[in-house]
Structures are given as C-alpha cells and as structure tokens.
C-alpha cells in the first residue's frame, strides 16, 4: 500500500503545484485578475482524480481485486495528504520567496469587487481583509489555510473513490 500511496501522491502532487503556480502567475498577468475560481476547483477535482486510480490499482495489483470501504478511503486519503503536503510546501516557499505581495493584490481586487457592488459594506469588507492579511503574517496561519484549499477536495474524492471502488470478497460476503 505504501508503494501506491507514494507514487500516486507524488504525481498528484506535482500535478497539483504545477497547476498552483500557473494560476497564481495567470493571476498576476491579468490586470483585472480576475480569475474563475469554479474552473480552479474542477482542475483540482480533475487532479484529485488520480486517488481514484491509485486506490483501483492497489486493490486490483495488490489484493486480488478486492478492497473493503475503509482501506480504500483509507488509502485515497493518504494519497490526497501528500498530494496537499506538496502544495502547502510550494505554496510557502513560492509565496514567501516569489510572490510576497500576493495578498496586497489580491486585497485590493477584492475591495475594488466589493466597492462595485456594495459600497455599504466595503468598509467592513475592508476590516475584514486586514484581519486577514494580519493573520497571514503567521506561517502556521498560511499553512493551515492553504491545507483548507486542497484538502477537503481531496478527502472528498477519496471518499467518492473507496464507495465506487470497495469490491468484498465473495467468500467474505457467504460467511
């Protein structure tokens, strides 16, 4: 199992960061940055597929096509781990050393998107914003937003992957 996790968390990874770093860099090419966050999470829900073919061939290579729920839950969510690992490492690295100004940019996008809508409730929105970017001050406070990015995504198509995937043993099911 552990050969499977690796290697299908590894690629899932690298896929994932890959996929990181052109959407932040799409975003700082675009004056407007305006970006689609229903496309970014369909791209990783399409990453997030590959725990679906890890935890199939681990069962159909390893245990003779057989897997119960919870090993194969088990096994996509060890999968999504590394994967998300991964992107919380790029994530601090890329953002501390490469794009520090990040949050400055995407603050102000969001206060110009709140100012055409709504200006009643920009200066809350305002308030709101430099709580977050104090908060963001922290590496720990980074890392654990970031984990809520990918991770639940993740652990959600684990989940979708071991109901479609758990296959009993026919001998099991007659006992």
């Keep these: 199992m552990k050969r499977y996790i690796l290697i299908f968390g590894l690629v899932l990874g690298t896929i994932l960061c890959a996929n990181m770093v052109y ?3 799409l975003c700082y090419t675009n004056p ?3 970006g689609n966050e229903l496309m ?8 997030f597929s590959l725990i679906f073919f890890g935890v199939r061939n681990y069962r159909n290579k390893e245990l003779g096509g057989h897997i119960s729920f919870g090993q194969a839950f088990k096994t996509g969510a060890f999968i999504a781990l590394i994967g998300s690992t991964m992107y919380v490492f790029v994530w601090l690295f890329y953002y501390y050393l490469f794009v520090p100004d990040y ?3 995407y603050i102000k996008h969001v206060l110009k998107e709140v100012a055409q809508t709504d200006t009643a409730a920009l200066a809350a929105k305002t308030k709101e914003m430099e709580e977050f970017k104090e908060m963001y001050k922290s590496p720990l406070y980074v890392t654990l ?3 809520t990015e ?3 995504v993740g652990l959600i198509v684990a989940l979708v992957s ?14």
């Design 162 to 175: 071991a109901l479609i995937l758990k296959r009993k043993n026919k001998a099991e099911v007659y006992l």
């Design 23 to 25: 959407m932040v860099n």
């Design 32 to 34: 407007d940055f305006s």
């Design 40 to 47: 970014g999470y369909a791209a990783m829900v399409l990453i």
């Design 103 to 105: 949050l400055d940019i």
């Design 150 to 152: 990918v991770l639940p």
């Design 145 to 147: 937003i970031t984990y």
